[in-house]
């Protein structure tokens, strides 16, 4: 069985309107949301064998929040992920070591709700900023995963821990 967390980034600042996109850090409600949830997925994952993060700076930050928290047998940054499309989330996922039984990645929208949407059989509007879905697949190979093999087990937000 394979086990996959998707999150999205924390909430970012858009204070400095001179930094590019890929620069911005988070903003306060990032940094109250990211030790929120890393506690809560500490307590279902306290180990996971790989974290693969986009390289942006507020993705950075918002993985140094679980990293913090949870054993990551390996950790990949990845500037493909920023802001790629559901397609290439999707190649990148199929491309994992079998070795691996638990995957998350630490992206951007809308990819990452298009791809909820696209591997369970929910019909999520948005991921919001530090969301996380857990989901769960019946299948031993990276290749084999499907909406028909996938099972949704959490899909949790910030506010509702609040």
Excluded at 58 to 71: D, G, L, P, V
Excluded at 91 to 101: G, L, R, T, V
Aim: proline share 4%.
């Amino acid at each position: 069985m394979k086990k996959l967390i998707i999150a999205r980034h924390a909430k970012s600042s858009w204070k400095d309107s001179s930094l590019r996109d890929f620069y911005r850090p988070l903003n306060k409600r990032g940094r109250i949301d990211g030790p929120i949830m890393s506690n809560y997925l500490r307590e279902i994952f306290p180990s996971i064998d790989l974290l693969h993060s986009s390289s942006s700076v507020r993705t950075f930050e918002t993985s140094a929040y679980f990293t913090s928290k949870i054993n990551f047998k390996k950790i990949k940054f990845d500037k493909d992920l920023y802001h790629s499309s559901t397609s290439l989330l999707v190649k990148k996922i199929k491309k994992y070591s079998n070795d691996y039984n638990s995957v998350m990645i630490i992206a951007h929208n809308p990819g990452l709700t298009n791809l909820i949407n696209l591997i369970t059989n929910i019909d999520l509007y948005n991921l919001p900023t530090t969301g996380l879905a857990l989901i769960e697949f019946d299948c031993y190979d990276w290749r084999d995963i499907s909406k028909q093999n996938s099972k949704l087990v959490g899909l949790k937000f910030p506010k509702q821990l609040k």
